[in-house]
């Protein structure tokens, strides 16, 4: 069992930067590929990005290749998203997720969610 809790969302200008952060409990974090998705409203959920156990692989959506960093600390049981150049098409709330396979950018392969933090871009 994981629980996660994501923070670091907010307000921010287009342009701006914003890191978020998931918080993992129990000691197997590091056994587990972790993922960022985003709803906006009305939209359904999509893959942002995800990282490997080891972080030796990363995998992102175009919408965000080059903008967005996932990164993770095993020993801080954290991963994070930096994201610069923010868009207002980045408008959304976002999840971290866990999941025991990588390589599949479906939510159905993770198993494990946070709540989810706001994230506004305004123009």
């Known amino acids: 069992q994981v629980q996660l809790v994501e923070s670091g969302g907010g307000l921010v200008q287009a342009g701006g930067s914003l890191r978020l952060s998931c918080a993992a409990s129990?000691?197997?974090?590091?056994?587990?590929?972790m993922g960022w998705f985003r709803q906006a409203p009305g939209k359904e959920r999509e893959f942002v990005a995800a990282?490997?156990?080891?972080?030796?692989?990363?995998d992102y959506a175009d919408s965000v290749k080059g903008r967005f960093t996932i990164s993770r600390d095993n020993a801080k049981n954290t991963v994070y998203l930096q994201m610069n150049s923010l868009k207002p098409d980045d408008t959304a709330v976002y999840y971290c997720?866990?999941?025991?396979?990588?390589?599949?950018?479906?939510?159905?392969?993770?198993?494990?969610w946070g709540q989810g933090t706001q994230v506004t871009v305004s123009s």
């Open positions: 997720a866990a999941a025991s396979a990588w390589g599949i950018r479906g939510d159905h392969a993770y198993n494990y």
């Open positions: 129990g000691r197997t974090f590091g056994n587990y590929v």
């Open positions: 990282i490997s156990r080891k972080a030796f692989m990363t």
